[in-house]
């Protein structure tokens, strides 16, 4: 886990409200995934970005939700009007040596939404 | 299309006997396998990833995981338990040898509790 970061661990919103989440991935890596933790279930894959680039965003909702990575700076997913059903653990991961699907995962930003 | 199984939703066992986390798993491509482990309110730790080096991968921790083709099973297992093991375990599939670039699949998960 160490180097992926992820701010605000914890996140409160009424309904209605924007939700922003940020990611930095291990230094030196252009690479992101953003994974969703409903209650009481597992971890869906949502988007995959690369600096600059949406790569692979087949897991993103169609509306409120979006994702990017700048060329400077964290990746931000971005939650409008959110929902009570928007509430969950959102994880990013990054990368590492062993190949693309071998990941470090950040800490997490659990979103309740009141 | 891959997908993941895990046939036990909460596994119990006491702490110094044996532990078994079951695992199947649906690829089109030869996959990539992983368990994870989640502690309560914490980010996710890789225990072991499979390639296809070896069908007997050990990780961390001293948990280890065997992959069968025929069964197209990923067991989790360890030999005797510690209280420190309790959390929740995921079995994770990627076929990064397609085009899904890494993205990973994960099962619903299975909550290890261990009793003193």
């Known amino acids: 886990n160490a180097g992926v970061m992820q701010n605000p661990r914890h996140l409160v919103r009424r309904r209605g409200q924007e939700a922003r989440l940020r990611c930095s991935p291990m230094?030196?890596?252009?690479?992101v995934y953003w994974y969703r933790q409903l209650p009481e279930e597992g971890l869906k894959f949502m988007v995959y970005?690369?600096?600059?680039?949406?790569?692979?965003e087949s897991g993103m909702p169609k509306e409120r939700f979006s994702a990017e990575f700048p060329k400077e700076g964290p990746s931000i997913l971005r939650i409008q009007q959110v929902v009570r059903g928007d509430s969950a653990a959102y994880f990013c991961?990054?990368?590492?040596?062993?190949?693309?699907?071998?990941?470090?995962f950040g800490p997490g930003t659990r979103l309740t939404v009141l | 299309a891959q997908s993941v199984t895990q046939l036990d939703s909460h596994v119990s066992v006491s702490e110094g006997t044996p532990v078994l986390l079951r695992c199947n798993y649906s690829?089109?491509?030869?996959?990539?396998l992983f368990w994870y482990v989640q502690h309560p309110n914490k980010g996710l730790q890789l225990l072991l990833k499979?390639?296809?080096?070896?069908?007997l991968v050990k990780g961390i921790n001293g948990f280890e995981a065997e992959f069968k083709k025929s069964e197209t099973s990923f067991h989790l297992t360890k030999p005797s338990a510690h209280m420190s093991d309790a959390a929740e375990y995921f079995c994770?599939?990627?076929?990064?040898?397609?085009?899904?670039?890494?993205?990973?699949?994960f099962g619903q998960g299975t909550i290890l509790t261990v009793h003193p």
């Open positions: 991961a990054s990368p590492r040596e062993g190949g693309p699907d071998t990941q470090y």
């Open positions: 230094k030196g890596h252009s690479h």
């Open positions: 970005l690369q600096k600059e680039n949406i790569i692979d």
């Open positions: 690829s089109s491509y030869s996959p990539s």
């Open positions: 499979y390639t296809s080096a070896a069908t």
């Open positions: 994770v599939v990627s076929e990064a040898g397609g085009t899904s670039y890494g993205k990973l699949t």
